[in-house]
């Protein structure tokens, strides 16, 4: 097989004596044509080449088979991955790989193989990973690079000075001799990488981009907000059924909506998802001083803490204007419990539940009083009574929205099992009376315990 040893233009001048002696043992110089002229410790004859055109270099070689090309492997990078990809010629570099694969402008992260703990890539770097000293090393590295890149990406791998470029997918174990390995992976598009918040919002600014997908591209907060409240319910959904894999889905659903109402605003020059990041942390911060700044934490009482440095942030007056605050687009019973909750820190509440239910008595019978009489009446009455309905609840720690919501459940799975019945008897469900109704309503409830 054809042998050649790449070393790079720019590196002449400080090549080691193991260099030297490789391009002196080599049988004939091929230098990259330039306006300077190489001086080496030794006779040889140094041949100036164009080195632009491929197919005329490798006819240049064909009768060659112990070569050393000196060229600017930086800005002619594509030659240098040609060469690798040719079966027919093995690559053997300098022993600066720094100079060879990157140039010092590109910032690079080197990860030890030897360490217990392997450091996550740095995506925006080029990572070389050394100390690869036998296959237990380099299956470890593999199965660390796996979690963060697609095994589609492409590595360089130095083995003995040798230098070869393979799929991850491909990277196997190979020839004990040839140990110790390093591994080099250069910067990956955003579609290679894993787990990135970089490169996902790489991805949705392609989307949004003239490449992209028309629907994203014609997306306004205003458009988006249906399918974010659609996504949030889907998380809560997920959560409620405990299933750990859809939850992993639609937590991926709701960053995508985050993601593009980011994406809008840096097309409008108005923020980016780090400014979102940063906004949160420094309030998270701000909020608990009695984890950050050793203020002491009186009690158990987090959220009192909570809502002061709150109130203070907003500039806050007078309580109601906290109650105001609250986003009017709630659910009604999670918006209900929101202003009780704010109306409890200024003392303004029952004293205990035995009182709220009372005034669940007394509004029942406000609202009876009002059935045929005014409608406008019997209205607010009817949200009176849910009011306070909601009130007892949440000072019985019980959330309204949850405990409705389950309750809806059960009637549907008792109606389920109602209609089962009937149809187990051959009747029509529309065709029979209410006291049937009862009767299997009653036998579904008690097969349903």
Known sequence: MKKIFIVN?????????KTLNKIENAEIIYVEKNNKKIIFPFKKSIEYIDINNYEE???????????????????????LDSLIENKNIEINIDDNITNILYNDLDSYKVINANNPS??????????????????????????????????????????????DKIRLKDLNDGDEALFPITLIIKKQDFLLIKGSLNSFMDLIAY????????????????????????????????????NIEDLKEELGDL?????????IEIE?????????????????????????????????DTSKVWNEVKKEEKSYTNFSQTMESVPKVFPALLYANKIQSRAKNTNF???DYNQALDKIHEEINEFENEINNDEDNLFMEAGDLLFSVVNTLRLLDINSEEALKASTNKFILRFSMMEKLIEGDNNDITGLKAEILEKYWEKAKLLLK
């Open 349 to 351: 509440d029952f004293e």
């Open 255 to 263: 960053l995508l909506q985050i993601a593009l109402h980011c994406q």
């Open 9 to 17: 233009i720019n590196n002449v001048g400080d090549l080691s004596l």
């Open 118 to 163: 392997l450091d996550i890539p740095d995506y925006g770097s080029i990572n070389i990973f050394i100390n690869i000293n036998d296959k237990k090393d380099l299956n470890r590295v593999k199965e660390h690079l796996i979690k963060y890149f697609s095994k589609k990406i492409e590595i360089y791998v130095i083995r003995k000075e040798k230098l």
């Open 207 to 242: 989307l949004r981009s003239d490449k992209g997908c028309p629907w994203d591209r014609k997306q306004t907060h205003e458009s988006l907000k249906k399918h974010l409240l659609e996504e949030t319910y889907e998380v809560i959904d997920a959560i409620d059924r405990n």
């Open 57 to 79: 270099l490798i006819n240049k070689f064909s009768n060659k088979e112990n070569i050393c090309l000196i060229f600017d492997t930086l800005n002619k990078n594509d030659l």
């Open 268 to 300: 409008n020059s108005s923020f980016d998802e780090r400014d979102v990041i940063d906004s949160i942390s420094s309030k998270i911060i701000r909020r608990h001083p009695y984890v950050f700044d050793n203020t002491i934490l009186e009690g158990e």
